[in-house]
Nanobody
Framework: QVQLVESGGGLVQPGGSLRLSCVVSGNIFNIFRMGWYRQPPGKQRELVAAITSGGRANYADSVKGRCTISRDNAKNTVYLQMDSLEPEDTAVYYC?????????WGQGTQVTVSS
């Protein structure tokens, strides 16, 4: 069984920062890709950022320059540093990992950007 546990969400004012973490545990090996998705209210889930085991990262255009994804392979943990947050970043953020073609999801963490 594989578990993904996200943390770090919350309420922040516009212009503020948050750091999301996702710890992966269980029977999983050689995680190739780790990523963050988000689902704003009333909208579809979308990719925010992803990073491969080799450290190659890609970002959604809407967060480029404001978010940084990183991972600690020894700890099976992926992070998302979010700066200069905007109300449009309000969403439930989900961690996702890919291992040998199988995808796993976390339960999500709420990020609300509001004054």
């Amino acid at each position: 069984q594989v578990q993904l546990v996200e943390s770090g969400g919350g309420l922040v004012q516009p212009g503020g920062s948050l750091r999301l973490s996702c710890v992966v545990s269980g029977n999983i090996f050689n995680i190739f890709r780790m990523g963050w998705y988000r689902q704003p209210p009333g909208k579809q889930r979308e990719l925010v950022a992803a990073i491969t085991s080799g450290g190659r990262a890609n970002y959604a255009d809407s967060v480029k320059g404001r978010c940084t994804i990183s991972r600690d392979n020894a700890k099976n943990t992926v992070y998302l540093q979010m700066d200069s947050l905007e109300p449009e970043d309000t969403a439930v953020y989900y961690c996702n990992v890919d291992s040998f073609g199988a995808a796993y999801w976390g339960q999500g963490t709420q990020v609300t950007v509001s004054s």
